[in-house]
């Protein structure tokens, strides 16, 4: 099966600008995870979309946005870039279980964006 | 606030010996654990999951998980100078949602030849 896709790979944007970042999961998977990476903060869980749903969010401001398409493709926006929005942002796709236990996780490559 | 915690590091071995890796967790509710590997500039690669009290092996890496002590470690054995990179234990969130990984900040592992 191919992995996780995500594009573009790279990115270069300055403040004030918004980002649409896309992320393709591996083939039956359903649920579709977002992470940004900084070297300060490590991995810090944005939101997660399963069925087009968003079905958790974590604790990023209201210009993280996201959304998940009906073959599970999902795209993630940033709008008015900031500078500490320069990361890696990581998408990750499962197959989910059922019965409330978290599944495992495949990343995607990332998406590394600079602001400037 | 739910953590998962780990020794920074560096960890430093010599190549063919045993590397230990630690991480504990706050959420007494997690139900799965992961270890994942990131070289430098490059994306999580899961090495192993696990969901039960006990030893897990595969190959050189063993996991193990103890739930009372909210514990989970890696072993490496025979360590390898190509095993070199940071480690990120990862806990699954049981708060309502299946889709939250707690990612510890990763212990960065040299193993040197």
């Known amino acids: 099966k191919a992995g996780v896709t995500q594009t573009p790979r790279y990115l270069i944007k300055t403040r004030g600008q918004q980002v649409t970042l896309s992320c393709s999961p591996i083939s039956g998977h359903r649920s579709v995870s977002w992470y940004q990476q900084t070297p300060g903060q490590g991995l810090q869980f944005l939101f997660e979309?399963?069925?087009?749903?968003?079905?958790n969010k974590g604790n990023f401001p209201g210009r993280f946005s996201g959304r998940q398409f009906s073959n599970s493709r999902s795209e993630m926006n940033v709008s008015t870039l900031e500078l500490g929005d320069s990361a890696l942002y990581l998408c990750a796709s499962s197959p989910r279980l059922a019965g409330g236990i978290t599944d495992t996780q495949y990343f995607g490559p990332g998406t590394r964006l600079t602001v400037l | 606030q739910k953590e998962v915690e780990q020794n920074s590091g560096p960890l430093s071995v010599p190549e063919g010996a045993i590397a230990s890796l630690n991480c504990t967790y706050s959420d007494r509710g997690s139900q799965s654990f992961f270890w994942y590997r990131q070289y430098s500039g490059k994306s999580p690669e899961l090495i192993m999951s696990i969901y039960s009290n006990g030893d897990k092996e595969d190959g050189r890496f063993t996991a193990q998980l103890n739930k009372a002590s909210q514990y989970v470690s890696l072993l490496i054995r025979d360590s390898q100078p190509s095993d070199s990179a940071t480690y990120l234990c990862a806990g699954g969130d049981y708060g309502g949602s299946q889709g939250n990984l707690i990612f510890g900040k990763g212990t960065k592992l040299s193993v040197k030849p």
């Open positions: 979309y399963f069925s087009e749903t968003q079905r």
